[in-house]
């Protein structure tokens, strides 16, 4: 199942058993329920949510924020040069900032309100109308959460997105131009992104208007966790950034090792268990599936480092910590989309597939075709979110042990008579290449425009400087 979107009044007064009302395709669709009965809002609360699932919500929010910081900023970190690890933290955790402001000012409103099949509406711009009296849907009929926590969970992944991508072209970008480019970037690209795949009416009363959900849920795709939202999204984002800006000097010719496996296994690590409250969590609910999701994940990471590994020693005769890290991470992104779909033995199968996909790309490809991914974003989060995508398509079938998917369009929701895979395996290539051409042409746009005002790329001095100096006048390590 696809995340959901707000629920609506509609799906209020169902779930307290009352009457019906008209839900308004525009607003956005929640439960106030102070205004609903007054001095019983204890006990309507307690009828609408359960604390299980609230907290469940909130643990995941913060093991997805670890993703971000420290995760993602100490496992790119590590991979840079010395002269370029305190700028790596910087720009993580700006990013990290800067698009949690963003989220709250109107990126919430943009991705997960109603409007159209491509973008929301503006009626949450600055939060209005959230508060610790409305509530957000989940997967089952009449199941909320309390809106605050699902607004603080989405929020999240729109942090590491854009996080994600700056891996591609480390080493060489200007700050204050990569912070702009975040803003546009979020703007234009990853909001509509999110609604078009997991905007949805909610599962109360999707049925009596089936329209109201965004482009890509509407055609069916199915994305658990982020494979299109945040993985491909991120990863063609980031190869279309390091083809515009230009290799780094000395590329190829200059040795750039890592400065720091050490930090970089460290930050794999805190991606790894933090990805639990990315994939689990996104089930919304702490139920059996949560449950399902969390297994998947364990496995097909297992797996998948492994499988690198395997790789490794066939060909370079040594398995390397990095080739490990790098499996690992390949396997969560494969299964992000899967997470919640697929089975524990077709999820190993996922693991070990995936990463001699992403090996091939991360060394025969990008050798062959000599551009500077510098940390590999596109070969392994692009390149293992198409992977993760189309398997879903696949892994999701009852058939192999899947969860197979929900009429919604039934009240009370029921699974939908049968699972075609090859209808499904078309519908999610369809996902995966409106995705690259969204965020490929966008970021394109916003690069052009942005480069030509105020220059992307940090002066030839600074880089060899290195941007812990040049951009912030600091230096990682005083020794």
Same mark, same amino acid.
């Given at each position: 199942?696809? !995340?959901?979107? $707000?629920?609506?009044?509609?799906?209020? %007064?169902?779930?307290?058993?009352?009457?019906?009302?008209?839900?308004?395709?525009?607003?956005?669709?929640?439960?106030?329920? =102070?205004?609903?009965?007054?001095?019983?809002?204890?006990?309507?609360?307690?009828?609408?949510?359960?604390?299980?699932?609230?907290?469940?919500?909130?643990?995941?929010?913060?093991?997805?924020?670890?993703?971000?910081?420290?995760?993602? =900023?100490?496992?790119?970190?590590?991979?840079? !040069?010395?002269?370029?690890?305190?700028? #790596?933290?910087?720009?993580?955790?700006m990013i990290v900032s800067i698009t949690g402001l963003l989220w709250a000012t109107y990126g919430y409103s943009l991705a997960f309100t109603g409007g159209s099949p491509f973008i929301g509406g503006f009626s949450k711009i600055l939060m209005?109308?959230?508060?610790?009296?409305? @509530?957000?849907?989940?997967?089952?009929?009449?199941?909320?959460?309390?809106?605050?926590?699902?607004?603080?969970?989405?929020?999240?992944?729109?942090?590491?997105?854009?996080?994600?991508?700056?891996?591609?072209?480390?080493? !060489?970008?200007?700050?204050?131009?990569?912070?702009?480019? #975040? &803003?546009? %970037?979020?703007?234009?690209? @990853?909001?509509?992104?999110?609604?078009?795949?997991?905007? %949805?009416?909610?599962?109360?009363?999707? @049925?009596?208007?089936?329209?109201?959900?965004?482009?890509?849920?509407?055609?069916?795709?199915?994305?658990?966790?982020?494979?299109?939202? #945040?993985?491909?999204? =991120?990863?063609?984002?980031?190869?279309?950034?390091?083809?515009l800006i230009g290799k780094r000097l000395g590329y190829g010719k200059e040795a750039t090792p890592p400065h720091s496996l050490t930090m970089t296994m460290i930050g794999a690590s805190l991606l790894w268990v933090g990805w639990f409250g990315?994939?689990?969590?996104?089930?919304?609910?702490?139920?059996? &599936?949560?449950?399902?999701?969390?297994?998947?994940?364990?496995? =097909?990471?297992?797996?998948?480092?492994?499988?690198?590994?395997?790789?490794?020693?066939?060909?370079?005769?040594?398995?390397?910590?990095?080739?490990?890290?790098?499996?690992? &991470?390949?396997?969560?992104?494969?299964?992000?989309?899967? +997470?919640?779909?697929?089975?524990?033995?077709? +999820? $190993?199968?996922?693991?070990?597939?995936? +990463?001699?996909?992403?090996?091939?790309?991360?060394?025969?490809?990008?050798?062959?075709?000599?551009?500077?991914?510098?940390?590999?974003?596109?070969? #392994?989060?692009?390149?293992?979110? /198409?992977?993760?995508?189309?398997?879903?398509? $696949?892994?999701?079938?009852?058939?192999?042990?899947?969860?197979?998917? /929900?009429?919604?369009?039934?009240?009370? +929701?029921?699974?939908?008579?049968t699972y075609d895979i090859i209808a499904q395996l078309q519908v999610q290539v369809e996902a995966v290449l409106l995705t690259l051409v969204w965020s490929g042409l966008g970021t394109v746009v916003i690069w052009f425009v942005l480069d030509?005002?105020?220059?992307?790329?940090?002066?030839?001095?600074?880089?060899?400087?290195?941007?812990?100096?040049?951009?912030?006048?600091? !230096?990682? @390590?005083?020794?």
């Amino acid at each position: 199942m696809i !995340r959901k979107m $707000i629920g609506g009044v509609a799906g209020a %007064w169902l779930a307290l058993g009352a009457a019906t009302t008209a839900f308004a395709q525009t607003a956005p669709a929640l439960v106030d329920v =102070a205004k609903l009965v007054g001095d019983k809002q204890v006990a309507a609360e307690a009828a609408l949510t359960n604390k299980g699932d609230t907290t469940w919500m909130l643990v995941s929010s913060v093991l997805v924020l670890m993703m971000s910081v420290p995760g993602l =900023a100490l496992f790119y970190g590590g991979l840079v !040069r010395t002269k370029n690890m305190l700028s #790596v933290l910087m720009q993580v955790f700006m990013i990290v900032s800067i698009t949690g402001l963003l989220w709250a000012t109107y990126g919430y409103s943009l991705a997960f309100t109603g409007g159209s099949p491509f973008i929301g509406g503006f009626s949450k711009i600055l939060m209005a109308g959230v508060t610790s009296g409305t @509530y957000a849907v989940t997967f089952s009929n009449n199941v909320y959460i309390p809106e605050l926590s699902y607004f603080v969970f989405q929020m999240t992944f729109a942090m590491i997105t854009p996080a994600l991508f700056i891996g591609s072209f480390a080493e !060489r970008f200007k700050f204050t131009p990569l912070m702009l480019f #975040v &803003v546009l %970037w979020s703007t234009f690209v @990853y909001y509509p992104i999110a609604h078009m795949v997991w905007y %949805w009416a909610g599962p109360d009363f999707l @049925y009596t208007n089936t329209n109201d959900a965004g482009f890509l849920w509407g055609k069916g795709a199915l994305d658990f966790a982020g494979g299109t939202v #945040v993985h491909i999204n =991120a990863g063609i984002a980031g190869l279309v950034g390091c083809l515009l800006i230009g290799k780094r000097l000395g590329y190829g010719k200059e040795a750039t090792p890592p400065h720091s496996l050490t930090m970089t296994m460290i930050g794999a690590s805190l991606l790894w268990v933090g990805w639990f409250g990315f994939n689990a969590g996104s089930n919304l609910e702490a139920n059996g &599936v949560a449950a399902v999701a969390f297994v998947n994940t364990m496995l =097909a990471t297992c797996a998948a480092a492994v499988s690198w590994a395997i790789v490794e020693q066939i060909v370079h005769k040594k398995p390397s910590m990095l080739g490990a890290a790098s499996g690992a &991470v390949a396997g969560l992104v494969a299964i992000t989309p899967a +997470s919640g779909y697929g089975a524990p033995m077709t +999820s $190993i199968v996922l693991g070990l597939i995936v +990463s001699p996909l992403c090996f091939f790309f991360v060394s025969t490809v990008k050798s062959k075709f000599k551009y500077d991914d510098t940390l590999d974003v596109f070969g #392994v989060h692009c390149i293992g979110g /198409i992977t993760g995508a189309l398997a879903t398509g $696949i892994v999701a079938s009852p058939a192999l042990g899947g969860q197979g998917v /929900i009429d919604y369009t039934k009240f009370p +929701s029921a699974p939908a008579a049968t699972y075609d895979i090859i209808a499904q395996l078309q519908v999610q290539v369809e996902a995966v290449l409106l995705t690259l051409v969204w965020s490929g042409l966008g970021t394109v746009v916003i690069w052009f425009v942005l480069d030509k005002l105020l220059g992307m790329r940090i002066s030839e001095e600074g880089e060899r400087e290195g941007l812990d100096i040049a951009d912030h006048g600091e !230096r990682a @390590y005083n020794y």
